[in-house]
């Protein structure tokens, strides 16, 4: 049974990539009344560069250097006993910490929400900030946890056999939002069905 | 009295099928007059196929009676010499009490021949308490009911020369014979495993070649030098076959035995860290093996000989330090030897009959055992069935322990038959009780 | 990743690697305010001490309360069961108790081996030390130590020059020391008497030497090696402590002779004046006391990967 793997739609190019990072920039600087206080937290790998680009955006627009950092969750994933061990990725804060911060986290795609989750921990362990928000480029649906983005680039309603691939410049060469998959609804979507229409 | 009976089609040494008449404990007649001489009422058995070997003759047997009657007792280790196709075995003298008086040894004795599996030939150990230190009753032993003939503090070297001198020395008045273990003891302290290679990366402490073949080289020249008989157990290392080799030809009364593990079985398996593979001597390289393969077949090694050594579970089920040394052997022997000799090409069966039960019974001086299969001779034989193969699973061995290295490995060749004086103790592979009341076998164990 | 941590010969060159980039990451949380991280709750590690070493114990059960373990220590030195049956006996016992790892030091070699291949306990064995065989761990912060100081704290040791001085014969740490920096790409050299060297050593990946003023002048790192007294006049293995010193230990003439950027390591306990004087272990370059606390990171990267996946790989 072969699935339609091979087809891979790029749903964002590199400028519609920019344009939803620059409103994603504007809608924070709103939300927070200025800059004061920021401080945005990449998730790794790909929330690493978005958090420093929308960094870079908001000083092209108020002219002030916004903290930035990464966040690794992996030792706060709750599924890893199911998966074979990662290598964990950089946890980098700027010298002054969590403390009384207002932390957006940054990440390429929310789905389950269980990334989320782990973070919150992770954070949590680091100290405490006066509020959390979330920013996230695709939010693809499908949560399993409690969890809302403040801050969304592109809502991309997917099936649930559909993969959903974010990349930046900084690791892939390119900025662009790809879905693989066979792009039918999920029920349509079932192997056994699609095997049984040949 | 047994049933007369005729075998049909066997072949004696591998050699032409022919009859055997087996009648009041000898080999009444072969060939035709085997047909002819047949009395009304005897037994057939089509066994054709089948080699026929005198029966073995084990140099080296623990049986643990007296003291470690849960290891093994002399009635379950000479079941099992029976079904590995012993009509002899000479019992090792380490037990508890130590077998260094008549009363000991005369009492093994009698055990064995009420436990009536095979005839048990008691070792009598070489000094008190195997202790190395003061000369035990030699001649007593020799004397007793036992008559006894081979003395060996096997477990431990007779590592002082003079005690080994005198030893040598004093068994001449009644030709008797002193089975070296061949360890210095010195060089082997807390020793683990054959010192190599693999010794250094396991972090065992090695136990190396040269502290066996210091003692054999001394031992040959002491031999020489007293006119005496000397006997080598268990050669493990290609320096040691070398040594005999040389004393043979200087003409010495020097004989040797090594185990079916030795030639079979290398150092490499001590990297499971499992102590099934914990001997003394311990497992050598693959060029030791090779050599005593080579040994055993132009003879300056004499005979196989088991070590047989029972050891309870937890003795084995441990960590490799703390764990007892010894394999069972009695009831795998021929098997590998088949492996390792006849299927090598090294040993014909008639090699195997002479190594594993004329050589050896010379060596004990024992009478009716290791004979030729002719007429008139002491119907002592094992049927072979060479072409067999089987998995040796250590529940279904006769022993009472399970510490065989072969475990859950294929050996060629079975025993199918083994008679002592012309009664069956194992027939068609299973064990016939002694004393039972015997059904004439008729039929076919083909 | 490997089920066990036996010997240091169980990690390739990418899974050593990625022991000691998790190890790094590691090391820096332990800064944070909060040290423990909830990776590992509800999981149960047991500490099975079959031999005293406070200093290993220490070190692991630190590793295992940081990942927020629960930890058990399982002391069975000098109780009632000395030997034999109790290792299998004990191992039942743990494994009624559901350990997800148990880490293991023995006086015998192999015995982490019996324990994991034997089938009587389920969780993964570290060795922690067995008899004169290995100790990966250690092996793993040594390299860990080494890396941070001659290569930067990234990628291996290629090329590094390692001389490892001592008492190689019982030495575990050197045994799983010349497994694992060959394998990291390090040039490693054993410096002894050669009585204190191992029968089969042209087998090793190292060479060897015995003449330690030769050896020094061409190290990035010299690591002493711990000798007892007792193999001294007692064990025939030298004729004197002073002699031993003299010709195979550290002092300050020989600290000169090592290049600038070389480093000095011990893996403990020390006998200062035997095979290092107390001004060498005292000295900048000493990087000693960093071993210890490197020692934690890396025994927490090593229980993370163990115990990752690891029910994931019970259930395929």
């Given at each position: 049974m072969e699935r339609a793997a091979g087809t891979e739609r790029v749903v964002l190019d590199d400028r519609d990539v920019a344009r939803a990072l620059t409103r994603i920039a504007h809608e924070i600087l709103e939300r927070n009344r200025g800059s004061d206080n920021l401080l945005l937290l990449g998730i790794p790998r790909r929330g690493v560069p978005l958090a420093r680009r929308i960094a870079d955006r908001i000083a092209a627009v108020e002219n002030i250097e916004v903290p930035t950092g990464s966040l690794d969750v992996t030792m706060y994933r709750d599924d890893l006993r199911l998966r074979p061990a990662r290598a964990l990725e950089h946890t980098e804060l700027p010298p002054a910490g969590v403390e009384g911060k207002t932390v957006v986290l940054v990440d390429d795609v929310l789905f389950s929400g269980r990334t989320v989750r782990s973070a919150l921990d992770a954070l949590h362990d680091l100290g405490r900030p006066r509020a959390v928000r979330l920013a996230v480029l695709v939010d693809r649906g499908h949560r399993e946890l409690p969890v809302r983005a403040d801050f969304v680039g592109k809502n991309l309603p997917t099936s649930l056999v559909e993969r959903v691939r974010v990349l930046v410049a900084e690791y892939d060469g390119i900025d662009a939002v790809c879905i693989t998959g066979t792009g039918l609804h999920p029920s349509e979507a079932d192997p056994a069905r699609a095997g049984g229409l040949r | 009295m047994n049933h007369p009976l005729l075998l049909k089609g066997v072949r004696p040494l591998g050699g032409q099928p022919t009859d055997l008449l087996l009648r009041d404990g000898v080999i009444a007649a072969t060939g035709a007059a085997a047909v002819a001489e047949a009395p009304a009422g005897t037994s057939e058995l089509d066994v054709a196929g089948l080699i026929a070997l005198p029966g073995l003759v084990d140099l080296h047997t623990h049986l643990r009676e007296p003291g470690r009657e849960d290891a093994e007792t002399v009635a379950s280790g000479t079941k099992a010499a029976a079904m590995g196709g012993f009509t002899a075995v000479h019992a090792m003298a380490n037990t508890d009490p130590v077998a260094d008086t008549a009363g000991v040894v005369e009492q093994v004795w009698r055990l064995g021949r009420e436990a009536g599996w095979c005839d048990v030939h008691p070792v009598g150990a070489v000094t008190v308490g195997i202790a190395g230190q003061r000369l035990a009753e030699l001649g007593a032993m020799a004397d007793s009911?036992?008559?006894?003939?081979i003395f060996s503090d096997d477990g431990h070297c007779v590592s002082d020369a003079v005690v080994m001198r005198r030893a040598l020395e004093y068994v001449k008045a009644f030709d008797g014979v002193i089975a070296q273990h061949a360890q210095e003891p010195r060089l082997t302290e807390g020793a683990q495993m054959n010192e190599g290679q693999l010794s250094g990366r396991l972090g065992l402490a090695g136990w190396p070649a040269v502290a066996e073949e210091a003692i054999v080289a001394r031992d040959v020249l002491l031999a020489a030098h007293v006119g005496s008989r000397l006997h080598v157990c268990h050669v493990s290392t290609a320096g040691s076959v070398e040594i005999i080799r040389w004393a043979k030809t200087k003409g010495w009364d020097v004989t040797a035995e090594v185990t079916p593990h030795h030639l079979l079985l290398t150092d490499e398996l001590a990297a499971s860290y499992d102590p099934l593979f914990k001997v003394n001597p311990p497992l050598r390289s693959a060029e030791d093996v090779q050599a005593l393969r080579e040994g055993l077949a132009d003879g300056a090694v004499d005979a196989v000989a088991t070590d047989h050594a029972p050891h309870p579970v937890e003795d084995k089920e441990c960590e490799w330090s703390a764990a007892a040394m010894g394999m069972l052997g009695l009831e795998t022997a021929l098997s590998v030897v088949q492996e390792a000799m006849i299927d090598t090409g090294l040993l014909d069966w008639a090699g195997v009959a002479d190594r594993m039960s004329t050589r050896p019974a010379a060596i004990g001086r024992?009478?009716?055992?290791?004979?030729?299969?002719?007429?008139?001779?002491?119907?002592n034989l094992v049927l072979v069935d060479a072409d067999a193969r089987r998995t040796v699973r250590p529940l279904g061995l006769?022993?009472?322990?399970?510490?065989?290295?072969?475990?859950?490995r294929e050996l060629p060749g079975r025993v199918v038959a083994t008679f002592l004086r012309g009664r069956p103790t194992v027939l068609d592979g299973q064990a016939v009780e002694p004393g039972t009341a015997r059904p004439a076998p008729v039929g076919s164990l083909r | 990743m490997i089920r066990h941590l036996l010997s240091a010969a169980d990690l390739d060159h990418t899974e050593a690697l990625r022991v000691l980039d998790t190890a790094a990451e590691l090391l820096a949380l332990a800064d944070r305010p909060i040290k423990k991280l909830p990776t590992l709750r509800g999981r149960t590690v047991v500490n099975l001490f079959f031999e005293d070493s406070t200093r290993t114990r220490i070190s692991f059960e630190a590793a295992a309360k940081r990942l927020s373990a629960d930890v058990i220590t399982f002391s069975a030195k000098g109780s009632s069961v000395s030997k034999g049956e109790s290792l299998k006996d004990t191992a039942l016992t743990l494994q009624a108790l559901g350990a997800d790892a148990v880490i293991v030091r023995h006086q015998s070699s192999g015995a982490p081996h019996r324990l994991a291949a034997s089938g009587w306990v389920d969780g993964s064995v570290v060795n922690a030390g067995d008899g004169t065989h290995e100790h990966p761990t250690q092996a793993l912060l040594d390299a860990f130590t080494l890396r941070r100081h001659l290569?930067?704290?990234?990628?291996d040791l290629d090329g590094r020059r390692i001389t490892i001085v001592g008492d190689v014969l019982h030495s575990r740490v050197a045994r799983s020391n010349a497994l694992l920096l060959a394998t990291l790409g390090a040039e490693v050299t054993l410096v002894a008497p050669p009585t204190l060297l191992p029968v089969g050593i042209d087998s090793w990946p190292v060479s060897t030497s015995y003449d330690l003023d030769g050896a020094l002048a061409k190290s990035d790192a010299v690591m002493m090696l711990r000798v007892q007294r007792e193999r001294g006049a007692a064990g025939g293995f030298f004729p004197s402590a002073r002699e031993y010193s003299r010709r195979y230990g550290i002092d300050s003439r020989r600290m000169a002779l090592l290049p600038d950027h070389a480093i000095v390591m011990h893996p403990g306990p020390m006998n200062r004046g035997v095979e290092i004087t107390a001004e060498v272990a005292d000295h900048?370059?000493?990087v000693i006391v960093e071993q210890v606390s490197n020692g934690v990171a890396v025994r927490m990267a090593v229980l993370y990967l163990l115990l990752s996946g690891s029910a994931g790989e019970q259930d395929a």
């Open positions: - | 009911a036992a008559h006894v003939r024992l009478r009716g055992q290791g004979r030729p299969l002719s007429a008139g001779e002491p119907a006769a022993s009472l322990s399970r510490n065989t290295p072969f475990a859950d | 290569a930067g704290g990234v990628g900048e370059r000493s």
